[in-house]
Every structure is written in structure tokens, then in C-alpha cells.
């Protein structure tokens, strides 16, 4: 640990990361911030594929805000506070890194994308989408359980917290594609008239459903919650499958996505 | 966690943190309290912070109590802190039954209180992730200056719970944000500081290569440093890497004897107590003796006064994978056999015990009375275990299960656990032995209302009165319930027929409970459909019966309801305040209801604070402050007493009051976020803090509900206000804010139209005021807006938002240069309301506009700006601003009455104000006080 993993910008990351969002629109000021400050970070710089996946939740992030604004949730104060506490995860999986083998507390599934900033390089959208994986596999059920605790209420299917949440799916599907078309180059352009939209839609799928998935492990933790070692025990499992879904795509064979 | 003090090796890189601590810890805020959250990974050195910092705070003169959580899953309620408070009180068993949860949270202060006497109280609970629910919250209603008591309270926390879904997780984010909080992150040493800590035990001559070692294999975790700097000092040489390898190979040197001890303290519930320890051995007493002292001599037991304990939970860990499963079940059967003998009253200890002994038979009459004590002390989480445990304990066919079950479902329905309360009773309704099936639809409604599901909830009361079976006493109750739950729904037609329906056969079949709900929801029902007369002749009615029935939730239920109604929908608030002062005097003089009591007072706080009398309202909420409620109940006070502070412009209290409602609030509660954020915009305003105040509405904004109307309505006023003002003051308005808060004003007007008339009269008014601001923000200095407003805002008898509007109206009209008597007379009018109620910070704005037009605000006294509060240090500090105000006119010799007459307050109240005065000066007549007065002045 003799140089700080995040390099020249070591100051400016931890002192961004002394701040606690406590609402959305912190939330996507504190994204906003984190995106300048990734892109600066070398040798990649933006290409690196945490900035790819950062630009990707920012987007998402800002959409909810509107949302919010707009007063299209039923329940307003459900999806703020998940919102908060689905972030402060990813900036606690920020804080904790401290490079490879010197992050005890860093998830596997974030250590994974981490080690990545300083390369090799990989394929925009499948970096966006370790990231993703990482955020809803793993830290999405977590943050559906504290919110509910919070709430004092239950996660019941069909409830109207549950429509809420699902209308994040629509997010998810409206700005991946845009993510996609942001990163094309030219003989992309070609491989996107042919199979664009079978891809769009697989990517929509994909989203659909892991988000499912996370909502029905959060249901499978609510009812362990009050039990540290039952809940310990399912945090490493869902951080080890994570994980190796994480690692598919980031190998070679997630380039295909791409 | 267990290491002891006397062996402690030297504390290394913790200096600063721990000067830090102490003072963090001494820099109690307004409230009164701090606290301090150590977090960090297992055995980086949290207790040992803990000790020293308890050592030195004591040293110092603080009294301090120390208690631990145990990981035993299933806690009884309260544990560290009744474990701390047994230390001075070893007969804290036998307390008086409280009457309610307040109560008990109450009657725990009054032991803190008596323990700290005179000095200040540091509580120190280490372990804190093990934390019964019960804990948590008494730890937050402390934090809150809840339970009246000067206190810091120093906790550690393993940082590897926080990770996943932990409650405090949540509890540490937002109390992290309050100035009297902090959370101190641990980290391991780093490589100096590793070589000192190992140079210090193992002396000098250590070679660097192996102090290096060291750090790479303890990763810089004291505790394992410390052990391996001892095998190296030893000179023994260490093959193993694993923390485990290390402690077994020490293990096996063990004689026999200690080797059991140690084994035995492991598996036991620190701290074990010396004749259980001999009992689970078998040890004689001198041999017991020496495998103790052999154990202490390797470091693996501690000893203290009140029994053993293993000197790190890491080796607990580490022997626990080790034990065979027979022998783990032997240990826990000799323990709760040794538990018996001794007549323990620890049921959940005991019942801990029979478990894990693998003797489901033997343990469950220890968890049953488990549970039915965690239900004594309100730990309905804990209870809720319990029962949940005796239900795995029993098979299918068990006689008690039914009984079992119908106690885990009450009970998970109690503590919020609605989709359990629901499963069990599921369970409950497939047996052959169930209630009937009127009864199950009944409790089933019941659950889904409490978990918010209205639309299934009404479902199952329909069913309840088709139930064949239904009883007329089921009927009419079924039949209230249901009116209740319409009336929240705002579907006032079909509540008005369900409440008729429960009324009819309520004289001849209803208990006076059912009477009460069904009136109240009638009257309710009929005022939102526009007539009230009809509705007000039922509810009062209800009361003269709950008057005759004299039960004191009867009464409660009634007066509530009736006091609602009118200072709600009604808007007769004069007379609303005064049932509900009748109401909250009558069950004082029964010696019970003190939740209705404290309810009674809030409605009557928020009555004064709107009708203007301000200082009224004060000495109302002190009183109910004075019952010392707790949850959402002392949220509503709190929130309704800020309100108040703010008003008053006292900044200190008001921010006080705000902390606290933020610290019960990291306990849960989404419903009084949006007040507070509205409170906490209207103070920055005062404070000339545009930013925050933008911020805190921007806030609001994104959580508030959109059929929430009259909350939407204050807060974008709110909002409009801070544009408003930040352009006034010569800032940038916010485009997409008022973009946004424009949209909230559309909203609000399109769903004005479908609103009960009594809510309508409300938001249109708020929407006055935001069309009003919207204007103000467009630079328009058009009073008519502002006029609109004012006339609303008098029609619906508020002179406050009233008086605002005729400020706003007279400052327009002044720049506009038009109508000048008119904006004079608008100008003094709100000056004269402003002072009368004591809204300092509202005066002061009326005063400065008055300068700069260059208006008289009265024709024979000079203007002058009233001092900020606070600002002052004259002796008087000690007063509030309306006691100061009070001692004023003592000092000019006036007498109470004349005193309530100038200041629109009563005359008791003017006696309560000037018992205040003596008590803060420490002076017994009025002269003595006219003098502190005039010496100050």
C-alpha cells in the first residue's frame, strides 16, 4: 500500500467520499462529482470501466430524480430512501478499495470491477454491465431490506412499493441502449443495424431479470433479518455468484455483448 | 469483549483518537447528549478504546456504566443497559409493572438519572450489533434528551455487521449527520506502528524482518500482533499463519483442567458466574481454582467481579469450530442444568441453553416465560422470537401449538412484522382447532389495515359480516372498524353507512369501545360530507357515554376524536383546545392514560400555534413534554414545539428540537420526514440560509406523496418563500426549482377540486400563498395576490400566514408606490399580530421593511429592530424569550392578570412563566426579581 490505488485524484476521492448522500438529488451530485474525478484517473482515464459503469448510474440516477420531480412513484418516500441506501453501498465498495488483496471489506464482485480501472482494458458496455451486476446482484436485496426495515413495512409482490420498483426496470431499458449508441464507433454502427434490436432486447431482458431476482432475494432476507449469521452466510453467497458473473463479463467472452 | 484490564499490552496509535473520543464525548450538544460509535473489524482494539476512555472519563468525575450485548441471538429487552444499571442496583427485578412503553423507557431514566446523581453519565456498551431492538430504541430516546438525563454515550460497533441489512446500519448513516454524533472508524495499525507495539512486547532487540512479519500476518490487527510479539519475545517459533493454528497449538498446552475451563467459559454466556462454572465442571473447588488461574496465566480467561470471561471473542470463534457437536450439547445441557439448580430467573439465558443442549422439550417452558417477559417490558420484536421459537420447538400436533400461534401472530402484528402476523395466522386458520371464521377474518383485517393494505383489509371485514357465525358484538364491531378505515380512505359516503349501520345495533350489542370508534367515525364522516352539526351531536354524544363508562381509553378515544374534529375539519379550534384540555385533565385526575393525555395536550399545542397564541401553546406543550412520551408521540410534540421555536426565532432550541426528531428518526418512520424538512426550511429562512433551505425543500420534493395535499401545500410555499427570498436578497433563483415547485402548485390545484371541503379551505390557501410567492419571485410587487391571501388565511382564523401576506402586500404595494395608507395600515396590522404572539423574526422583517419605506409602525413609539435572540449575555441568558418578556413587565410592577392581558396569555400561564423566572434566578419574590432585571437592563 505504498501508492493509493486511485492515484493522482487520491484527494479529491476520499474527500468526495467523506460526504454522506441523505436524498436523491445528493445522490446524483455526489455521481456527478465521481464521474469528473474517475475520468482523471490514469492511465485509462474515461475509457477505464468504472467510469463507464458510473456514467451509466448517473444516468439512471438522474431519470429516478425526474421521476421523483414529477411525482410518478406512488410512493415517493419508499424509492428516495432505497435510492440512498442503493448508492451508499457502491460509495462504501469505493471506500473500502484499497487495491487487490488490501481490501478486506471491499465486496468480491466490486473488488473484481475495481481492479480493472487500471486495465486491461475492457469493452465499454460490458463493464457498464460488472458494474450493474455488481450493483444489483449484490447490493440491491441489501438495500431493499434496510429500506423496508426503515419504512416498517413488508416487501409484499404487487404492493405499491413493489410497482415503484418496478418502474426502474423501464429506467434500466430506456438508458441502456442510449449508453450503447453513445459508445459506438464506426464498425459497431454496422453490427447495430443488424442485430441492434435483438441485442436492445436481450439487454432489456437481462435487467428484467436480475432486478426480479433481487427483489425475490431481498423477500428471502427479510425473513432472516434479525439473524446475523443466517444473513452473514447469504451475503457471501450472493457476493461469490455475483462475482463469477461479474468476471464472465469482464472476460473476453462479455466483448460479445458489446 | 473480553480482555481484561492488568494485562493489557501498551496502547499503540491510538492517542489522538482517543483525546479525540473524550472530548467529542465531553461536547454534549443542545440537547444535552453526545455520542461517540467506535467501529471496526474484531480485535482491532474497540473495547480496549472503550476501557480507557471509561477509565479516564471516571477519573475525571463522570459516573460511568458499562454494559455489553450478547450474541446469543435472542436477548432478553434491555439487556446492556439493565446489565449496566444492575451494577449500582442489584435489585432492579422488582420493578412496579409500567404501564406502557413511555413509562418503562421512563422509569429506566429515572435509574439512570438516580446513578448519575449530581455528576454526568457516560454509558458504555460495547458489542452494540448484538442490540436488541428494544436497546436501539431506548439508545435513540436517550440521544433525543427523551429521558431528561445529561449523558454521552460511548458504544463499538463491529464493523462486519454493518455490511449487509443490519439495522444500525441504518441508525449510524443519519445519526452520523446530527453535530452531537460521530462515528469513528478504527483502522488497523500501519508498519510503524506495528514495529512499535511488537518492539514494546517483545523488547528491543527485535529484528526488523521479523517485526515485518508480523505486520504481514496480523495485517496491522492489535490483538493478533500482540499475541504473535509474545511467541516471538517466548521465542516461539510460529509455522502456522492462521489465527486459528495459533490459538489451538496454545490450547494443547493447557492442563487438563484449564483446558476445561476454558471450553466451558466459551460456550457460556459471558460473563459466567463462579458456582455455574464449578457446576458445568465438576471441578472441586481447589482444583476449579487452579485451571482457572492456569487459564488467566495463558491468557485465554479474564476475571472480574462478576464472573469469567474469554479474553477475546476471536478465540471464542476459533474454540467454537473446534468442539464436537456432543460435547457443545453436553457443555449447554450442564449449563442450564447448573442454571435450574441455582434458581436463575434468566429465561432466555435458559432457554439459550436447552436449545443448543438439544432438548427442544425441556426448553420451551424457558421460552414461553421468555417470551411473556419480553412482552412485560414492550420488547414485542424479542417476544415475537421467542414465540416464534417456541413454535419451532413444538411438532404439529402439540395441544399448545394453537395457543402458541395465536401469541407469535399478536405479537409479530405488535412490533410491525405484518406479512408474519399474517403467516401465522394462516397457520392458525388451517387447524382443526381454530377459532370460528368470523374471528379469523376479523384478526386477518385487522393485520392487513396495520400494514397499510387497505383494499384487502376491507375485504376481509366484509367477509367478517357475512360470516355466518358473526356475533351481533362481532357485527357491530366489524362494522366500526370498517367505517374507521373508509374515513381514511376519504370514501366518507360508505364510511358514514358502515358507522350508521355499527350504531344502530351498538346501544343494545356494542362494548362502549366499539360505540366510541363507530360515533367518532360517523361524526368524521359527516363533517367531510358537509354536515357537521349531525356529526359533532354523535361524538359528543360518545363522550358523555365514555364519561359514564369512566374507562379510561374510552375516554381517551372520545375526547381525541372530538378535539380532532374540531380543531380539524371543523375549524372551531378555540373550543377544540379546550376539550382537549378538559379531556387530558380528566384522565390526569384518573391517574391513567398518559398516551391520550400527551395526544390530548399536542392537539392543543397545534390548536394555540395556529389560532396565534403562541405562549399558551408553549406552556401546553411543556406539559406534555412533561409526560415524557416516546415514539411517533414525542416526534409530533417535538415537531409541534420547534414549530414554535421557530416562530419564536429562538435558533438554539429550535435546532435542538430538530436534532432530536432526526435522532428518534434513524429508528424508522418515513411519515414526519416532510414536516421536519419544512421546519428545517422555515428556520434557515429566518437564518437568512437560503441554500439550505432550498435544499431542504428540494428534499421534501422527492418524497413527498401526491395525495398528501396539505403537506405539498406548506411545503412549496416553503419553497416559493426561499426563491423568493434568495432573490430578494440578491441571488440567482433556481430555474428547475421553480420549475418544479410550479409543477407541485398544478398538482395541488388540480386535486383541490376532489378534496373534502374542510381540506380545501386549507390548500387553497397554501395555494394562495404559493401564487402569491410566484409573483413576489417574478419581481411583480403586485399586492393583490398577497390580499388574496391575507383575507383566506383571516376567514379560516390564523392570524400568522395572515399576517405574513399582509407584510408581503404592504411591500408591495410600498415599491409600487400605490395605496400607501392601505399598505400602512397592512404594515402595523401585521406588526401588532407579530409582537402579540412573540414572532421575533417576523417582527424584525416587518421592521426593517418599515425603515426602509420610512414608516411609523405606531404613531407614539419609535420602531426598532428587536435584538436577535439569544444574542445577549446579560445575566438573563438563562430565560426564554417570553420569560423575559414576563420578567419585563413584573419589573414595571404589573400584575399577573395585567401581565396576561398585554401578552394575550392566561393568567395561570403568567404565574407558570414567572415560577420559571424565580427558579432560573434562584430569587423567591417579584422585587428580587425586578432587580435582577433592572441590573441587567
Given at each position: 500500500m505504498t501508492e493509493s490505488v486511485w492515484g493522482p485524484v487520491k484527494q479529491e476521492m476520499s474527500d468526495l467520499l467523506q460526504t454522506y448522500p441523505d436524498d436523491v438529488p445528493a445522490v446524483v451530485d455526489q455521481l456527478t462529482k465521481?464521474?469528473?474525478?474517475?475520468?482523471?484517473?490514469?492511465?485509462?482515464?474515461?475509457?477505464?470501466?468504472?467510469?463507464?459503469?458510473?456514467?451509466?448510474?448517473?444516468?439512471?440516477?438522474?431519470?429516478?430524480l425526474e421521476r421523483l420531480y414529477a411525482g410518478r412513484f406512488a410512493d415517493p418516500s419508499f424509492l428516495s430512501r432505497l435510492d440512498v441506501e442503493f448508492a451508499a453501498r457502491y460509495f462504501d465498495a469505493l471506500r473500502a478499495w484499497a487495491g487487490p488483496d488490501a481490501s478486506p471489506r471491499c465486496p468480491r464482485v466490486w473488488a473484481g470491477l475495481f481492479q480493472r480501472i487500471p486495465g486491461p482494458d475492457c469493452r465499454p458496455l460490458p463493464a457498464a454491465c460488472a458494474g450493474v451486476n455488481a450493483h444489483i446482484n449484490f447490493d440491491l436485496p441489501f438495500a431493499l431490506v434496510t429500506t423496508f426495515d426503515h419504512l416498517g413495512t413488508d416487501p409484499i409482490d404487487d404492493s405499491i412499493q413493489h410497482h415503484d420498483y418496478l418502474q426502474i426496470n423501464e429506467i434500466f431499458a430506456a438508458a441502456i441502449p442510449g449508453l450503447r449508441r453513445g459508445y459506438l464507433d464506426?464498425?459497431?454502427?454496422?453490427?447495430d443495424t443488424m442485430n441492434g434490436r435483438l441485442d436492445d432486447w436481450w439487454q432489456g431482458e437481462a435487467i428484467d431479470y436480475t432486478r426480479n431476482v433481487a427483489w425475490r432475494n431481498a423477500q428471502k432476507l427479510w425473513g432472516m433479518r434479525h439473524d446475523m449469521t443466517a444473513t452473514d452466510k447469504e451475503r457471501a453467497h450472493l457476493d461469490r455468484i455475483a462475482s463469477d458473473l461479474g468476471k464472465l463479463l469482464l472476460s473476453p467472452l462479455g466483448e460479445f455483448l458489446q | 469483549m473480553a480482555s481484561e484490564e492488568g494485562d493489557d499490552g501498551p496502547l499503540v496509535g491510538r492517542?489522538?483518537?482517543?483525546?479525540?473520543?473524550?472530548?467529542?464525548?465531553?461536547?454534549?450538544?443542545?440537547?444535552?447528549?453526545?455520542?461517540?460509535?467506535?467501529?471496526?473489524?474484531?480485535?482491532?482494539?474497540?473495547?480496549?478504546?472503550?476501557?480507557e476512555t471509561a477509565r479516564a472519563m471516571g477519573d475525571a468525575g463522570y459516573s460511568v456504566l458499562s454494559g455489553t450485548c450478547l450474541d446469543i441471538g435472542d436477548a432478553s429487552p434491555?439487556?446492556?443497559?439493565?446489565?449496566?444499571?444492575?451494577?449500582?442496583?442489584?435489585?432492579?427485578?422488582?420493578?412496579?409493572?409500567?404501564?406502557?412503553?413511555?413509562?418503562l423507557l421512563d422509569r429506566v431514566s429515572r435509574d439512570l438519572r438516580a446513578v448519575a446523581g449530581e455528576k454526568d453519565l457516560l454509558l458504555v456498551l460495547d458489542d452494540l450489533q448484538w442490540a436488541d431492538r428494544s436497546t436501539r430504541q431506548l439508545l435513540l430516546y436517550l440521544l433525543a434528551g427523551l429521558g431528561g438525563i445529561r449523558l454521552s454515550v460511548l458504544a463499538a460497533v463491529r464493523a462486519e455487521a454493518l455490511h449487509g441489512a443490519h439495522p444500525l446500519r441504518r441508525v449510524l448513516a443519519e445519526l452520523r449527520r446530527l453535530r452531537s454524533v460521530r462515528v469513528v472508524d478504527l483502522a488497523p495499525l500501519d508498519r510503524d506502528q506495528t514495529s512499535e507495539l511488537v518492539s514494546a512486547i517483545a523488547g528491543e532487540g527485535i529484528e526488523?524482518?521479523?517485526?515485518?512479519?508480523?505486520?504481514?500476518?496480523?495485517?496491522?490487527?492489535?490483538?493478533?500482533?500482540?499475541?504473535?510479539?509474545?511467541?516471538?519475545?517466548?521465542?516461539?517459533?510460529?509455522?502456522?499463519d492462521t489465527l486459528r493454528e495459533i490459538f489451538l497449538s496454545r490450547v494443547d498446552e493447557l492442563p487438563p483442567a484449564a483446558h476445561a475451563v476454558v471450553h466451558a467459559v466459551a460456550a457460556g454466556v459471558e460473563p459466567v458466574e463462579h458456582t455455574v462454572l464449578a457446576r458445568v465442571t465438576g471441578l472441586a473447588e481447589a482444583e476449579l481454582i487452579e485451571a482457572i488461574r492456569a487459564a488467566v496465566a495463558h491468557r485465554f480467561v479474564a476475571?472480574?467481579?462478576?464472573?469469567?470471561?474469554?479474553?477475546?471473542?476471536?478465540?471464542a470463534e476459533v474454540l467454537e469450530a473446534e468442539v464436537l457437536e456432543a460435547e457443545a450439547a453436553s457443555l449447554h445441557r450442564r449449563y442450564a442444568e447448573a442454571m435450574e439448580v441455582s434458581g436463575a430467573a434468566d429465561h432466555a439465558r435458559l432457554a439459550h441453553h436447552w436449545q443448543r443442549a438439544g432438548?427442544?422439550?425441556?426448553?420451551?417452558?424457558?421460552?414461553?416465560?421468555?417470551a411473556r417477559s419480553a412482552e412485560k417490558l414492550y420488547g414485542f420484536t424479542e417476544a415475537h422470537r421467542y414465540w416464534s421459537l417456541a413454535l419451532d420447538l413444538t411438532t404439529d400436533d402439540a395441544p399448545e401449538r394453537i395457543e402458541l400461534l395465536a401469541h407469535a401472530a399478536e405479537s409479530a402484528h405488535h412490533c410491525g412484522e405484518h406479512q408474519r402476523a399474517l403467516d401465522r395466522l394462516a397457520e392458525l386458520s388451517q387447524r382443526p382447532d381454530a377459532p370460528g371464521e368470523c374471528e379469523l377474518h376479523l384478526r386477518r383485517a385487522r393485520y392487513l389495515a396495520a400494514a397499510g393494505r387497505s383494499a384487502t383489509a376491507e375485504v376481509e371485514y366484509e367477509l367478517a359480516l357475512r360470516s355466518p357465525d358473526c356475533t351481533p358484538q362481532q357485527r357491530v364491531s366489524a362494522a366500526a372498524n370498517l367505517a374507521e378505515l373508509l374515513l381514511h380512505l376519504g370514501r366518507y359516503a360508505d364510511a358514514y353507512a358502515r358507522a350508521t349501520e355499527a350504531l344502530d345495533q351498538a346501544a343494545v350489542n356494542g362494548s362502549t369501545r366499539d360505540l366510541v370508534r363507530a360515533s367518532a367515525a360517523l361524526g368524521f364522516s359527516s363533517a367531510f360530507r358537509e354536515d357537521p352539526d349531525a356529526g359533532l351531536a354523535v361524538i359528543r354524544h360518545a363522550v358523555e357515554i365514555a364519561e359514564r363508562s369512566g374507562h379510561p381509553d374510552d375516554l381517551g378515544v372520545a375526547y381525541l376524536h372530538l378535539a380532532e374534529l374540531l380543531t380539524g375539519p371543523l375549524n372551531s379550534v378555540e373550543e377544540g383546545v379546550l376539550v382537549a384540555r378538559r379531556g387530558a385533565d380528566r384522565l390526569a385526575a384518573l391517574g391513567a392514560g398518559r398516551t391520550y393525555q400527551t395526544r390530548l395536550l399536542a392537539i392543543a399545542g397545534n390548536g394555540l400555534f395556529r389560532v396565534g397564541q403562541w405562549a399558551e401553546a408553549d406552556a401546553v406543550l411543556e406539559a406534555a413534554m412533561r409526560h415524557r412520551p416516546s415514539g411517533a408521540d414525542a416526534v409530533e410534540l417535538l415537531l409541534a414545539r420547534c414549530r414554535l421555536w421557530v416562530g419564536f426565532g429562538d435558533v438554539e432550541a429550535a435546532q435542538r428540537d430538530l436534532d432530536a426528531v432526526a435522532t428518534l428518526l434513524a429508528g424508522g418512520g418515513a411519515r414526519h420526514v416532510l414536516p421536519m424538512l419544512t421546519l428545517r426550511a422555515g428556520l434557515a429562512m429566518w437564518q437568512g440560509r437560503h441554500a439550505q433551505a432550498r435544499a431542504a425543500v428540494q428534499r421534501g420534493l422527492t418524497e413527498t406523496r401526491s395525495d398528501d395535499l396539505v403537506l405539498l401545500g406548506v411545503l412549496a410555499w416553503h419553497g416559493l418563500r426561499a426563491e423568493a427570498e434568495a432573490r430578494a436578497a440578491g441571488e440567482a433563483v433556481?430555474?428547475?426549482?421553480?420549475?418544479?415547485?410550479?409543477?407541485?402548485?398544478?398538482?395541488?390545484?388540480?386535486?383541490?377540486?376532489?378534496?373534502?371541503?374542510?381540506?380545501r379551505a386549507v390548500v387553497d390557501g397554501y395555494l394562495d400563498l404559493c401564487n402569491a410567492e410566484l409573483s413576489r419571485v417574478e419581481e411583480k410587487h403586485d399586492p393583490d395576490p398577497w390580499q388574496r391571501a391575507a383575507t383566506a388565511w383571516d376567514r379560516r382564523k390564523q392570524p400568522y400566514p395572515a399576517a405574513y401576506a399582509r407584510l408581503r402586500r404592504a411591500e408591495a404595494a410600498l415599491t409600487r408606490k400605490s395605496r400607501k395608507a392601505a399598505a400602512v395600515l397592512a404594515l402595523r396590522e401585521a406588526y401588532a399580530t407579530a409582537t402579540a404572539m412573540g414572532a421575533r423574526p417576523f417582527a424584525a422583517e416587518i421592521v426593517s421593511t418599515a425603515h426602509r419605506f420610512r414608516v411609523a409602525l405606531a404613531d407614539d413609539v419609535d420602531t426598532q429592530e428587536l435584538g436577535g435572540p439569544g444574542a445577549e449575555d446579560d445575566g438573563l441568558a438563562v430565560l426564554t424569550q417570553r420569560e423575559r418578556e414576563v420578567l419585563a413587565a413584573v419589573a414595571e410592577g404589573l400584575t399577573n392578570r395585567e401581565i396576561g392581558e398585554r401578552l394575550y396569555i392566561s393568567e395561570r400561564t403568567v404565574g407558570v412563566h414567572v415560577g420559571h423566572i424565580f427558579d432560573k434566578l434562584q430569587v423567591r419574590t417579584r422585587v428580587q426579581a425586578s432587580r435582577v432585571y433592572l441590573t441587567a437592563a
Open positions: 465521481l464521474q469528473d474525478i474517475l475520468g482523471r484517473v490514469p492511465p485509462l482515464l474515461a475509457e477505464n470501466p468504472l467510469c463507464d459503469f458510473n456514467k451509466l448510474y448517473l444516468t439512471i440516477t438522474e431519470s429516478v464506426r464498425w459497431q454502427v454496422l453490427i | 492517542t489522538d483518537t482517543l483525546a479525540e473520543i473524550e472530548s467529542d464525548l465531553r461536547n454534549v450538544g443542545p440537547g444535552g447528549t453526545a455520542a461517540v460509535f467506535v467501529t471496526g473489524e474484531s480485535g482491532v482494539g474497540k473495547s480496549r478504546l472503550l476501557r434491555l439487556h446492556p443497559v439493565l446489565q449496566a444499571l444492575r451494577q449500582y442496583q442489584p435489585d432492579l427485578q422488582q420493578w412496579d409493572q409500567p404501564t406502557g412503553a413511555d413509562a526488523p524482518e521479523d517485526a515485518d512479519r508480523v505486520y504481514k500476518r496480523s495485517g496491522g490487527n492489535p490483538f493478533v500482533v500482540e499475541e504473535l510479539a509474545r511467541d516471538l519475545r517466548d521465542g516461539r517459533v510460529e509455522l502456522s476475571s472480574s467481579a462478576d464472573g469469567y470471561r474469554l479474553r477475546h471473542r476471536l478465540v432438548e427442544p422439550a425441556r426448553a420451551l417452558p424457558s421460552v414461553v416465560a421468555a433556481d430555474p428547475g426549482a421553480i420549475r418544479r415547485l410550479k409543477t407541485v402548485v398544478d398538482r395541488m390545484a388540480q386535486g383541490v377540486g376532489n378534496a373534502a371541503t374542510p381540506v
